[in-house]
């Protein structure tokens, strides 16, 4: 069935470095492609998307890259803050959305 | 902003009991969603609802479980005989045509 495998699951950088998170999926009629921050005991909350016309997508300090030929999507934080830290779950949407098992993000002050 | 509301927020029952989760969708949505995560594991989809019936589900939802859209605002899941492993945080969410899905705040079912 569709899958959605996530990378790495625990991830820990120091304050003002980069984070980057990578998924890959199965299903070619995948087509949009979210990333969702989840603080403990709160709901998913969209951080940016990205649609599969589309290479690259930006926003402040969060970027989307997609490789649709080979089915990988990243998401990369740039001058991580304390409040980054969260589990993130990527995923893919056909006719059905699949999640990622989910990157818990320490950033260590 | 429009938000996506669900009730009760904390559902204990014992096990082999029927549990209703509810959830309001936002009103101009036409796609609605139920998920559930277990403690510390992923969000699971379960079920897709679109024009008045189910458009996708998972193996997860099995006999046991049940949607409906009894009016034209809410958008309910039916648990008949809950299972301890049927505990879990579940997420109703809608979204637009071709849109972002927002997710609810979650019913924490507990079965005990």
């Known amino acids: 069935g569709e899958n959605v495998e996530q990378h790495p699951s625990t991830l820990s950088v120091q304050e003002g470095d980069s984070a980057v998170i990578k998924c890959t999926y199965s299903?070619?009629?995948?087509?949009?492609f979210p990333w969702y921050k989840q603080e403990l005991g709160k709901r998913p909350q969209l951080i940016i998307d990205?649609?599969?016309?589309?290479g690259e997508k930006k926003d402040q300090r969060i970027a989307v890259t997609l490789n649709k030929t080979a089915k990988h999507f990243s998401l990369h934080i740039t001058e991580t803050q304390p409040e980054d830290s969260a589990v993130y779950f990527c995923?893919?949407?056909?006719?059905?959305?699949?999640f990622g098992a989910g990157t818990r993000l320490f950033v260590k002050a | 902003e429009p938000e996506v509301t669900q009730t009760p927020s904390h559902q204990v029952t014992q096990m082999g009991q029927e549990v209703i989760l509810r959830c309001v969708p936002i009103?101009?949505?036409?796609?609605f969603y139920w998920y559930r995560q277990i403690l510390g594991q992923k969000v699971e989809f379960l079920v897709s609802?679109?024009?008045?019936?189910?458009?996708?589900k998972s193996e997860i939802f099995d006999d046991q479980f049940s949607v409906e859209r009894p009016d034209g605002s809410n958008f309910t899941l039916k648990i008949r005989s809950t299972k301890l492993e049927d505990s879990a945080m579940y997420f109703c969410?809608?979204?637009?045509?071709?849109?972002?899905?927002?997710f609810g705040p979650g019913t924490r079912l507990t079965v005990t």
């Open positions: 969410a809608s979204r637009g045509f071709d849109g972002e899905q927002y």
């Open positions: 299903d070619s009629a995948s087509n949009y």
């Open positions: 990205i649609r599969s016309n589309v």
């Open positions: 995923a893919a949407r056909g006719f059905k959305t699949i």
């Open positions: 009103s101009n949505h036409l796609y």
């Open positions: 609802f679109y024009n008045n019936e189910i458009s996708e």
